[in-house]
């Protein structure tokens, strides 16, 4: 296995450009099984979620073809209505082809998802809203088994805006019989990016009211070639990343629109933030002042932004709070960068956080995604060097962070786990 080794105390300065959105990929790939024929896909990110969707593609039959710049699925035919549980058990998100294996083939058996490092996750929404719509479903030997020969329309309230349970009911529908509701929906811009490719596919969704979609189901969909959005947690890293450096970042290939919080929240910090067309800058300043944050459903402060805010307040100039409404342990990571010598408390759902003058560079370990982009601007902060492990959790959802960071002047480096190579 690898790790990173970082020396803090560089400034970062100059350019960067976002990849493709993982969130939207992945709903927008399994939104191809409805496709009776081929889907290109452009700007899909080169990462390890995206590997593991197209791995489960392929067991159900279908065809995947990587090409230098687009990805062909081809879903013409399905040979199987069983995902595999290794792959369910390394991302829940691929949970969600339950709902399209159902469509095409009548039946699907998707094995539950367990918990995962940041909190219980249910899919208690997923499930009734199928049954909603018709589905017969059954739990057997940690497997939901469904059965429908063809879904119906149905009017669809979620206890909370589920992103997850939104797409994956929403895409659906797409194909059922008359009109589906689904109230107290998300709005997450990956789940508008999945809608512009369902309707480009010939579907007819939209949002008829705040919270509130109209999925009018249609017969078929067809072939298309869709652009995937930019992911806006990726720039919200290097955001951040630039603001804990006190350096000066160009962030291209992103419309600000997408981070208003996140946005919000560095200027409040003291930073410049100078948003443009499709790109944002950010210029550190000192001190840092601290903040409060509470993490909501968009346009709230978006809790995959939470871990990377809140390791920049670990050097504020005072005390922050940081509130986490989303999931019930997403503060798994502070007693990793406690050994960086933070100094934070959790009262229930709230970190509060008393700035220090430094942190100091150390081995660390990575348990999720967004842990993983805390630790990485702890020690790109830090005075020292830092080891970081557990960079398979990283590789989910960054596409080639170290090479980005990089050349952003950062210094750091990825070598294999046993290496004793230092930095200097
Ligand atoms: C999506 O997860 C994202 N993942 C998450 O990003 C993100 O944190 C989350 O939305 C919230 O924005 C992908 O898009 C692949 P939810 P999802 O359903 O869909 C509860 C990252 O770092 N809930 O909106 O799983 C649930 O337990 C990842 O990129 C139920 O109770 O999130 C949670 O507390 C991490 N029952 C809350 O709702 C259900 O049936 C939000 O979950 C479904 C959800």
Known sequence: MDKLIIEGGRRLTGRVKVSGSKNAALSILVATLLVKGKTKLYNLPRIGDVWTMLEMLNKLGVKVKLEEDFAEIDANEIESYEAPYELVKKMRASFNVLGSILVRCGRARVPLPGGCDIGTRPVDFHLKGLQAMGAEIRMEHGYIEAYADKLRGADIYLDFPSVGATCHLATAASLAEGTTYIRNAAEEPEIHD?????????????????????????????????????????????????????????????????????????????????????????????????????????????????????????????????????????????????????????????????????????????????????????????????????????????????????SLGASIKRVAEESRECLV
């Open 194 to 406: 999945l809608f512009n490719f369902l309707n480009q596919a010939g579907a007819d969704i939209k949002y008829i009211d705040s919270r509130v979609i109209e999925i009018k189901g249609v017969e078929k969909l067809r072939e298309t070639s869709y652009e995937i959005m930019p992911d806006r947690m990726e720039a919200g890293t290097f955001m951040i990343a630039a603001a804990a450096t006190e350096g000066d970042v160009l962030i291209e290939g992103i419309d600000p629109v997408y981070l208003k919080p996140v946005i919000e929240k560095l200027r409040e910090t003291g930073c410049e933030v100078l948003e443009m067309e499709n790109a944002v800058r950010v210029i550190g300043k000192r001190p840092i002042k601290p903040v409060n944050i509470v993490t909501l459903p968009h346009p709230g402060f978006p809790t995959d932004m939470q871990q990377p805010f809140t390791a920049l307040l670990m050097i504020a100039d005072g005390t922050s709070m940081v509130t986490e409404t989303i999931y019930d342990s997403r503060f798994k990571y502070l007693s990793e960068l406690a050994r960086m010598g933070a100094d934070v408390k959790v009262e229930g759902r709230t970190a509060v956080i008393k700035g220090v003058k430094e942190l100091t560079g150390a081995p660390v370990v990575i348990s999720d995604l967004r842990a993983g982009a805390a630790l990485v601007i702890a020690a790109l902060m830090a005075r020292g060097v830092s080891e970081i492990t557990g960079l398979e959790n990283l590789d989910r959802g960054y596409e080639n962070l170290e090479g980005k960071l990089a």
